[in-house]
């Protein structure tokens, strides 16, 4: 992978860069965007390729950016509620403007980005300024005409979809109908249209009628790529729930469980906190579903349920640190996990600003960092391997020298090709394969 | 570091203080039947147990975020200490009775010794607090194990028992001497009905110290019983509204944690010996964090600690533990 572009994401009230809480391309990965900490969404576009330059493919610039949520105040619980982006959705493009749906923990909203290269001019009543014009002035008529302008990218706030919510948003996912979407909190799914904001469906609740008897909360959930009527969602227990929307107006049934049984010899007082599912993706087939846990990312098959038909370590090294990670909460972190766009290689993130691809057909992994030193452009990443006492080789980091302060909990990979976006932080890192590499 | 030394040191001293008799016989009888093995096999039990129980209680209590927190959070942590919890009670519901007068410490020693063979294989299994005996029902230090067999938190290893069945609690003995007045003194700073940890804490310890006294007859345990039974009830009403109010409704309503950390006990009979620990092969040179801890505190020095040896932690032992893990 060679490292392309780093962009730090500035809040630009003088408060520095903010730290990044989202990263999705669009469908066609012509745009990225982010969300951040401060409620903002920067979106940035590929340049074309450019045939002075045939090798220089196309750049990731700066498009738009736009401050989506402020920080709100609950009154009734005398707590505020983060203006954090939690997650972003593209819409599939359906005209000339470009539609995305960006979530804090509780409201939803949707936004259109349209560009504006051209604007009328002549008008009769109005001179260059705006101003009306004196009509003893105006002595002929005249046309107005479309005039080149400088490129202008306006987002404006189409809908605000609020108060469906009394938890906390996790995830939010585009149903392929393309007019319906659902959002989902720690104990409830809902299925809003794209169009009604003053209702929603809920179609998944696990809420307890007593709050006290809760001990599993719904982590993540997704719509079937290509299944309109299909959708999972993951829980803290570590099992996923695919759930059919013909079944029954409320989803609470699930049509299939996919769990898999622990194993007896890695029991220990975390194994449910490690257990619980962070993310889930279906692939882009629509055959298999991706799970990330603490530890480890797994794929599992449609069609069993029982387990996983595959499972990577992560980052096995820090099982025998369970204690300590739980202790300053590392073990909470919540790590994302992303296909690549033929299924072929998995992604996610990991500590010490690494992060792991697995090729599935090869079984080879790598871990590559996301640095500023090795990521000047057109730099080759290198390879980097944790060592866990042992022998250790030259340039092998060592399991106790990791920063966990460093994390990369946010990655995102083109839907086509072999280019990858890293959140690390505050800095966002594009990668791109420009050789079709083999893992090593 | 010392950070991450003294914390986990400063929270479960106070409470297991006693069980380091048990666990020290439990250790060097260890080192003979079973041969030593690396890894968290040699922890005390009970004792990362704890101190997981007490992270978790900080976790929940001792932070005010100025924005909600995060339920799945709160549910991991809560489901942590419920099954804590859970087999706290179970073991607190099955412990059989301990040292009667007439036991010297001696007998009982080898007695337990006896016992340990059969321990042998449960090298891993929870060591269950203050599992002492006297000389006639021996079993009796077998059958707490055979309940680890439904014991959620069981290993891999399974239980092979031939014979030990649950024995009710024999009679109890009436409590005598500074024990009780310890105990007491304990009560007091958690008002009734305490926790079931701050009793098992003074039921475990008390227990502990009746080998150090066998002139003293028995124990504790009438305290300890119907103080468990009481706190079961509230310890058992699941954590109450922990996930609609955001102030601090207690898991353990009538005691704060500051009561089981830092409350001003009596601790001339909480023996403990850090020094005399060879780190041994369990431990690894590396910057102390909390699991480490666990392991090298668990393989102390077999030899007995002298009785009413004060316990105190202070900086120099610290120094010390720290020098003795970090070099050669």
């Known amino acids: 992978m060679e490292g392309e572009s780093i962009y730090e994401v500035d809040s630009g009230d003088g408060l520095g860069a903010d730290i990044i809480s989202t990263v999705e391309f669009n469908h066609t990965g012509e745009l990225l965007a982010t969300g951040d900490k401060g409620g903002r969404v920067v979106i940035f576009q590929r340049e074309p390729e450019s045939k002075n330059e045939p090798y220089s493919q196309g750049e990731y610039n700066v498009y738009s950016t ?4 402020e920080p709100e105040f609950d009154y009734l619980k005398s707590l505020e509620i983060e203006e954090k982006i939690n997650k972003i959705k593209w819409l599939p493009q359906q005209n000339a403007a470009h539609s995305l749906l960006s979530t804090n923990d509780k409201t939803i909203k949707l936004w259109k980005i349209t ?41 404006t706030p189409r809908r605000i979809f609020a108060n469906g919510h009394t938890y906390h948003v996790n995830s939010i996912s585009v149903n392929s109908d393309c007019e319906t979407y659902m959002s989902a909190d720690d104990l409830r799914i809902n299925l809003w249209h794209l169009a009604i904001t003053d209702r929603s469906f809920n179609i998944v609740d696990i809420k307890p009628a007593n709050m006290e008897d809760l001990t599993e909360v719904i982590t993540a959930s997704e719509f079937h790529p290509h299944h309109c009527n299909l959708f999972v969602y993951s829980s803290s227990k570590g099992s996923l729930r695919l759930c059919d929307m013909r079944a029954s107006a409320l989803c609470d049934k699930h049509s299939k469980l996919y769990e898999e049984p622990e194993d007896p010899s890695n029991r220990s007082f975390f194994s449910e906190i490690i ?166 | 570091m010392l950070k991450w030394c003294s914390e986990p040191c400063a929270r479960y001293m106070l409470g297991k203080g006693g069980k380091r008799k048990f666990d020290e016989h439990e250790d060097g009888l260890e080192g003979k039947v079973v041969s030593p093995t690396d890894g968290p096999s040699k922890v005390s039990y009970t004792l990362q147990r704890q101190t997981i129980f007490n992270i978790s209680l900080m976790k929940l209590y001792n932070h005010r975020p100025l924005t909600e927190p995060s339920l799945q959070k709160t549910v991991l942590i809560n489901n942590m200490l419920r099954r804590i919890q859970e087999e706290l009670k179970q073991e607190g519901s099955l412990r059989p009775v301990f040292v009667t007068a007439s036991q010297p410490a001696d007998p009982l020693g080898d007695s337990f010794r006896e016992a340990q063979p059969a321990f042998s294989h449960l090298a891993a299994q929870p060591l269950l607090p203050a599992d002492l005996v006297s000389a006639a029902p021996l079993e009796a230090c077998l059958t707490p194990a055979s309940l680890l067999e ?163 932690m202070d900086l120099t032992e610290l120094d010390h533990i720290m020098e003795v893990l970090v070099g050669s």
């Open chain 1, 115 to 155: 560009e504006r290269d051209k604007r009328p001019e002549g008008y009769n009543l109005k001179d260059e300024e705006g101003k009306l014009k004196d009509l003893s002035t105006v002595t002929s008529l005249q046309v107005p005409v479309l005039k080149p302008m400088d490129l202008m990218v306006e987002v």
């Open chain 1, 66 to 69: 736009f401050q989506s949520h």
């Open chain 2, 150 to 312: 439904d014991d959620a938190f069981c290993t891999s290893q399974t239980v092979q028992h031939d014979g030990p069945t649950k024995l009710p609690p024999p009679a109890l003995q009436p409590v005598k001497d500074s024990f009780s007045s310890a105990l007491d003194e304990i009560e007091e700073l958690c008002p009734a009905p305490t926790s079931a940890e701050a009793v098992a804490v003074a039921a475990e310890t008390a227990a502990d110290d009746s080998k150090d006294h066998p002139s003293e007859s028995s124990v504790q345990r009438p305290e300890g019983v119907p103080e468990s039974r009481t706190a079961e009830p509230k310890l058992m009403d699941p954590l109450p509204g922990n996930f609609e109010i955001t102030t601090s409704t207690g898991f353990l309503t009538d005691l704060t944690l500051d009561d089981i950390l830092f409350a001003d006990i009596d601790t001339s009979m909480y023996d403990f010996d850090p020094c005399t620990s060879a780190t041994g092969a369990a431990s690894k040179m590396a910057p102390v964090s909390a699991d480490e801890l666990l392991k090298t505190l668990a393989p102390y020095s077999s030899q007995p600690v002298t009785p009413n040896q004060p316990f105190k």
């Open chain 1, 275 to 440: 257990s619980s599912v962070s993310d889930v993706k279906f692939s882009h087939s629509g055959r298999y579903m991706l799970t990330r846990d603490y530890l480890t990312v797994k794929v599992w098959d449609l069609n069993m349920e029982t387990k996983p038909v595959e499972t990577y370590q992560v980052h096995d090294y820090l099982r025998s640190k369970l204690c300590s990670l739980y202790e300053n909460d590392c073990i909470f972190d919540k790590f994302e996990c992303a296909w690549n766009g033929s299924d072929s290689v998995i992604m996610t993130g990991a500590y010490n600003n690494f992060f792991r691809m697995f090729d599935r057909n090869t079984k080879r992994d790598v871990t590559l960092e996301a640095s500023r030193e090795s990521s000047k452009p057109r730099a080759i990443l290198k390879p980097r391997r944790v060592c866990v006492g042992g022998k250790r080789r030259k340039d092998d980091i060592s399991v106790d020298s990791l920063d966990f302060t460093k994390k990369i909990l946010h990655t995102a990979w083109h839907p086509t090709e072999n280019i990858i976006a890293i959140a690390a932080t505050n800095n966002l890192y594009i990668f791109q394969d420009k050789v079709n590499s083999e893992m090593h």
